[in-house]
C-alpha cells in the first residue's frame, strides 16, 4: 500500500468508528465530537514517532491547501527535532508565501466590564468584588478613540462583558457609531471588530448592519465538560449555545468570523483538534472558514492565578501549535495579543502570526489615562511598550507594520476575500496598502527614530512590488499622503 492510500484507509477506518463526528452537522456535539477529538489525540499520540507519516502528512502540507484536524494533529505531537525544524521551516514559508512580511496592527477598547457570566478565568466574573464596575458613556467612548487615534491607531477590537441590562445590543450599536463617527486631526477609526458575548440572529444582523469588520468569539475551551466546570453560571454556561454561535453570526450575514480557545484552561492537544474541526465546520457549513484564530494564554489578574489552572504550556510548546495552525489553514489570519512577551512576539510572528495588538490597555476608559490603570483590567499586559516602540520594533526585525482596513471597505469579505486569499492574489493589496498606511502613520504619528526607519523600509519596499503600474501608482499616492490626503487603498 502507498504511503498516502494507507494514511487515507487509517482515516477510513477511524471515520467509520465516529459515526456521530459530522462536520456538516449544525449541532456543536456533532462537528466538534468530543470522541473524535479524543481518537485524534490518541491517533497523533500513536504515530507521533512514525516519520514516514510524517513526511506524507509534510508533503500534502506544501501543496498550501491545507490539512485535516487529525493529520495537523499528527505534526504537533511529533517530536523528531529534523522534523519538527522542517514544521518550523515550512509555517515560516507559507506566512512568507501568503501574508509577506507585513503585520497588522490594532488595538482593544473595552467598553465596559459588567458582566453576568461566572468564568472562572476572568476577572471580570460577576462574583468578583475586588473590581470596579465601569461602562463607558458615548463621551467617554469618543476620548477612548481620541486617544487611540493619537497613537495612530485605525483598526479596533470592542470587547465587552455580556450583560443584557448594561450592555444591551444598542449600547454596543451606539457604541460603533461614536467610533466611527470620530474623526480628530488626521485620524480615524477605519474598522472595527466586535468581540461580544454570542447572541441571535437578529443581533448579528444589526452588527452587520453596523458596519463591523470581523465578529469575534473565542470558545475559551472545547471540551464541554470542561467548559460547563468552567462557565458555573450564566447565559455563557450553555456550551451549544456559545459553540454555535458562529453558525448564527453568518446566519445573520456576518461572514467574516474569528475562532480561538484560551490555551492553559484544557489540554492544548484536545483545543488544538477543536479548533481545526471548528474551522473545518465553518467552511464544510458555510463555504468560508474562519477569518481568524486567535491564540490567547491565561494570564494573570484580578482574582486569576493562572496556576489554577494546570493546562499551563511552555513557550515553545505555543509556538508550535502556531506553527501548525499555519500550517493547517494557510489562509486564515492568526492574531497574537500583548499578553504575550515581546520575545514570544518575535518568535511566534515569525512562524505564522498576521495580526498583533500594541499598545494595548485592557481597562475600561484606560486609554484616556496618562498612566496604565490596572484596576478594572481583564488581564495583564505582558508587552506595555508603546504602539511607537511595537512599530520601530517590528520595522527593526523586518517587517511591515500596517495599518490597513481595505478589504472589509472594498467588500472583500467571506468567500469573495477567500478566494483572493487562497489564490495569492490578495498580496497585490496586502503589500501596497501596507506601505502606504504606514506612510501616513510615519507623517502623523511617529517618533523621529521611527520616521527616519520607516522611510527607508517603504523606498526598499516600494521596489518589491512586482506591477510596475502598482510601483507608479503607490509613488504617486506616497506623495499624495505627504501633501495631506488620506486614505488610499487598493
Ligand atoms: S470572559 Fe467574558 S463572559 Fe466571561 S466573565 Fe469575562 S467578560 Fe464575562
Ligand atoms: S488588503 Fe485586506 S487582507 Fe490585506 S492587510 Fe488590508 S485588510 Fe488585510
Known sequence: MSGDSRFVAQRIILEVKNMKYDMHSMKAE????????????????????????????????????????????????????????????????????????????????????????????????????????????????????????????????????EDPVNNPIEYILDCIKTIYSIKHKNGAIRRVNVNIAATTVENYTKLKDAGIGTYILFQETYNKENYEVLHPTGPKHDYAYHTEAMDRAMEGGIDDVGIGVLFGLDNYAYEFAGLLMHAEHLEAVHGVGPHTISVPRVKPADDIDPDDFDNSLSDDMFCKIAACIRIAVPYTGMIISTRETPEVREKIIRLGVSQISGGSRTSVGGYAEEERPQDTAQFDVSDCRTLDEVVNWLMRAGYIPSFCTACYREGRTGDRFMELCKSGQIQNCCHPNALMTLKEFLIDYASDDTKRIGEEVIEREIDTIPKEKVREIVRERLVKIADGERDFRF
Open 30 to 161: 456533532e462537528f466538534i465530537n468530543d470522541a473524535e477529538i479524543r481518537e485524534t489525540v490518541a491517533f497523533a499520540n500513536e504515530h507521533k514517532n512514525d516519520l514516514a507519516l510524517v513526511d506524507e502528512i509534510l508533503e500534502k502540507a506544501k501543496k498550501r491547501k491545507g490539512l485535516s484536524h487529525r493529520e495537523a494533529s499528527v505534526l504537533l505531537a511529533c517530536e523528531d527535532e529534523a522534523k519538527v525544524k522542517e514544521i518550523y521551516d515550512l509555517a515560516e514559508q507559507i506566512k512568507k508565501d501568503f501574508y509577506g512580511n507585513r503585520i497588522v496592527l490594532f488595538a482593544p477598547l473595552y467598553l465596559s466590564n459588567y458582566c453576568v457570566n461566572g468564568c472562572l478565568y476572568c476577572p471580570y466574573h460577576l462574583k468578583n468584588k475586588h473590581i470596579p464596575r465601569k461602562k463607558l458613556t458615548q463621551e467617554e467612548v469618543a476620548k477612548e478613540v481620541i486617544a487611540l487615534q493619537d497613537m495612530g491607531h485605525k483598526r479596533l477590537a470592542i470587547e465587552a462583558g
